[in-house]
């Protein structure tokens, strides 16, 4: 048996906490290489996608589609300015109606200014005498919210032939108070504006409906007969009250 | 055999490869991913916006006369000849006499956006009744006529039992 003259050195055995990092180590610098690989890879992969998918978003655009995506814009857009078109328009024939139905048989308009859009009306009249002033006044008192909404004769003139010249100033309600079923209490309200406004229906300082902003006519059910209502027309801070009665009402045919 | 030093340089070789290597390739992965989703729901609304432009194209079908009535009410361009002419028959038909087209002007409108709005001033004469109905019909027409203004006076001409009338009306164009 061969004896070992200089001894060797006895082999030192790594801890076992230094193979741990060292595997850790080597297992890790494996692990991301690897997985830097597999990313760059989808990274291109999904570039490649990007690129089909703009390409295809390209090729399902063609001139037809355009085409007819011009054209059902241009009608939606020419279909909505025409629905605000329509429920901002108002008529004349109201402001006929209202003055033929008020002025007095012995008055005699000679001047007749009517702002539509304002709901206003300027006349200057003649009346055969004080009494027909005095009348034709009452008569603009009685259809106070029915269908004109303020009123103004804040000056007249004698004429040495006993007629009473006088100006004017009538406004109008904004819209149509209409009773269309006296049985069931229930009546239709247009309003003019309603772009500009915002509609509630008051009874005693309590709010029974609104803000009612679409549309330009409105129902209101279950109403009490021979009863005040208000309705509130509100643009912002500005607030119109125009009051009514249901026993006013004037009856749809 | 394992040296300690040998573990320590894997250890943080692998540790700064992941840190500055690894971690921003993830970053720009994840970027891609979401960007891709983005243009597969992309390309899905797109499928989708087809369609339903095929649909609404089949729909619209169905209301041709109402949509050429839209046409008309509100014309591409102001055309005031065209409106002239229109209250020239429009008098015609009511028995009124067209005095005078006073002014007219063209303006973008405040109250529409997108629309021009084209106010145009006029003078007719003939009796009351008349008036009446040549307002009617202008309201009542396919093109979108709204009345701003109306005054009645006496006519000028003594002798003349007719009244004159002064209108501002408004139409609206693109």
Redesign the interface.
């Known amino acids: 048996m061969a004896i070992e003259i200089i001894p060797k050195k006895e082999?030192?055995k790594?801890?076992s906490i230094?193979?741990f990092?060292?595997y850790?180590?080597?297992?890790?610098?494996i692990f991301?290489?690897i997985?830097?690989l597999a990313?760059?890879f989808?990274?291109w992969r999904?570039?490649q996608?990007?690129k089909a998918?703009?390409n295809?978003?390209l090729i399902?655009?063609t001139a037809d589609?355009l085409a007819?995506?011009s054209?059902?814009d241009n009608?939606g857009?020419?279909?909505r300015?025409?629905v605000?078109?329509?429920q901002?328009?108002?008529?004349?024939?109201s402001f006929?109606q209202a003055m033929e139905d008020v002025i007095h048989p012995d008055v005699v308009?000679?001047?007749?200014?009517?702002?539509?859009?304002e709901n206003e009306i300027n006349i200057t009249a003649i009346a055969s005498n004080i009494t027909v002033l005095d009348q034709q006044a009452r008569l603009f008192r009685s259809r106070l919210n029915q269908t004109i909404h303020s009123f103004d004769i804040s000056e007249f003139s004698r004429e040495k032939d006993r007629t009473v010249v006088f100006p004017a100033k009538l406004t109008l309600i904004a819209g149509d108070i209409v009773c269309y079923s006296e049985k069931s209490n229930s009546m239709e309200i247009s309003v003019d504006y309603v772009?500009a406004f915002n509609v509630y229906l008051f009874h005693r300082n309590q709010k029974i409906a609104g803000p009612l902003s679409s549309g330009s006519q409105y129902l209101f059910e279950g109403l009490t007969p021979r009863t005040t209502y208000e309705l509130h027309l509100r643009n912002g801070d500005s607030a119109s009250i125009i009051p009514f009665s249901t026993s006013f009402c004037r009856t749809s045919n | 055999?394992?040296?300690?030093k040998?573990?320590?340089?894997?250890?943080?070789?692998?540790?700064i490869?992941?840190v500055f290597?690894?971690l921003p390739?993830?970053q720009?992965?994840l970027v891609?991913?979401q960007?891709?989703k983005i243009?597969?729901q992309?390309?899905r609304q797109?499928?989708k916006h087809?369609e339903d432009?095929?649909k609404?194209?089949s729909e619209?079908e169905k209301y041709l006369a109402s949509?050429e009535m839209?046409?008309k009410?509100?014309s591409d361009d102001p055309a005031i000849a065209s409106l002239v002419y229109f209250i020239e028959r429009s008098c015609q038909n009511s028995g009124m006499f067209l005095e005078d087209v006073k002014s007219f002007t063209v303006e973008e409108s405040e109250?529409?956006p997108?629309?021009k709005e084209t106010t145009l001033e006029f003078s007719v004469s003939g009796n009351y009744n008349d008036f009446?109905r040549l307002?009617?019909s202008m309201?009542n027409s396919v093109k979108?006529i709204?009345?701003?203004?109306?005054?009645?006076?006496?006519s000028e001409d003594e002798k003349k039992q007719a009244l004159s009338f002064d209108v501002i009306i408004k139409t609206?164009s693109y």
Do not use: H
Not at chain 1, 24 to 29: I, Y
Not at chain 1, 88 to 93: E, R, W
Not at chain 1, 109 to 117: C, H, M
């Open positions: 082999q030192e790594p801890s230094t193979a990092i060292y850790l180590g080597k297992f890790l610098l991301s290489v997985l830097c990313f760059a989808f990274q999904f570039s996608e990007i998918i703009d295809s978003i399902r655009k589609v007819l995506e054209k059902i009608y857009r020419k279909t300015d025409f605000q078109l329509i901002g328009k108002k008529s004349s024939k006929f308009l000679t001047s007749f200014e009517a702002n539509v859009s772009n | 055999m394992i040296k300690t040998n573990a320590i340089l894997y250890f943080l070789s692998s540790v490869i992941i290597v690894v390739v993830l720009n992965f891609k991913y960007e891709v243009k597969r992309e390309l797109e499928e087809i432009l095929k609404a194209e619209l949509l839209i046409d009410a509100i109250i529409f997108g629309l009446k307002l009617n309201e979108v709204k009345t701003e203004k109306f005054s009645i006076r006496k609206y």
